[in-house]
T-cell receptor, first 116, second 113 residues
Framework: AQTVTQSQPEMSVQEAETVTLSCTYD???????LFWYKQPPSRQMILVIR??????QNATENRFSVNFQKAAKSFSLKISDSQLGDAAMYFC?????????????FGGGTRLMVKP | DTGVSQDPRHKITKRGQNVTFRCDPI?????LYWYRQTLGQGPEFLTY????????KSRLLSDRFSAERPKGSFSTLEIQRTEQGDSAMYLC???????????FGPGTRLTVL
């Protein structure tokens, strides 16, 4: 079974600074997807960024980028120029490619606090 | 609003009572998922529908839980004889068949007293 681990229960960053959230996963599959989801307080979860394991290039979406290390099974999220609106729970998630159901396996989450 | 909607947003019930939650997916999304999220944890997969067919169920889905998706549109999740351990946020997500991203609803927070 696949597992996803987020070792940082809480992180704090100063507004406009950069922060990196860590995620490791365990799988025997060679092809899969990895995701970072953001869950603001009392609001629904939204996708931040996605990475296909077969792509060597790290995904980037505006201020959000990932550092995908396939051999190390590591998938960290870097948030640049942090904004107050970035404060939320962040979940790392995994999905097999050859999985008809496409269900996600989530990590335990990291609470990000942004200080003004 | 054309996103995933869930009803109710909050439910408080007494142990032993039955509860039912509803999820309305984004129109034309034929895949629908239920997840459970306990406080301070990430969501855990419960069950998955493709159209009206329930194709996968997690071991977390005990016999007291049942989910349906009649006509492949909205879905309901029923919990019979609720227990305090059922207290959690129940999330629904949907996606179209040709797209990877799951779109989540706001969730139903269940509190069992």
């Amino acid at each position: 079974a696949q597992t996803v681990t987020q070792s940082q229960p809480e992180m704090s960053v100063q507004e406009a600074e950069t922060v990196t959230l860590s995620c490791t996963y365990d799988t025997s599959e060679s092809d899969y997807y990895l995701f970072w989801y953001k869950q603001p307080p009392s609001r629904q979860m939204i996708l931040v960024i996605r990475q296909e394991a077969y792509k060597q290039q790290n995904a980037t979406e505006n201020r959000f980028s990932v550092n995908f290390q396939k051999a190390a099974k590591s998938f960290s999220l870097k948030i640049s120029d942090s904004q107050l609106g970035d404060a939320a729970m962040y979940f790392c998630a995994y999905r097999r490619i050859n999985n008809a159901g496409n269900m996600l396996t989530f990590g335990g989450g990291t609470r990000l606090m942004v200080k003004p | 609003d054309t996103g995933v909607s869930q009803d109710p947003r909050h439910k408080i019930t007494k142990r032993g009572q039955n509860v039912t939650f509803r999820c309305d997916p984004i129109s034309e999304h034929n895949r629908l998922y239920w997840y459970r999220q306990t406080l301070g944890q990430g969501p855990e997969f419960l069950t998955y529908f493709q159209n009206e067919a329930q194709l996968e169920k997690s071991r977390l889905l005990s016999d007291r839980f049942s989910a349906e998706r009649p006509k492949g549109s909205f879905s309901t999740l029923e919990i019979q004889r609720t227990e305090q351990g059922d207290s959690a946020m129940y999330l629904c997500a949907s996606r179209p068949g040709t797209y990877n991203e799951q779109f989540f609803g706001p969730g139903t927070r269940l509190t069992v007293l």
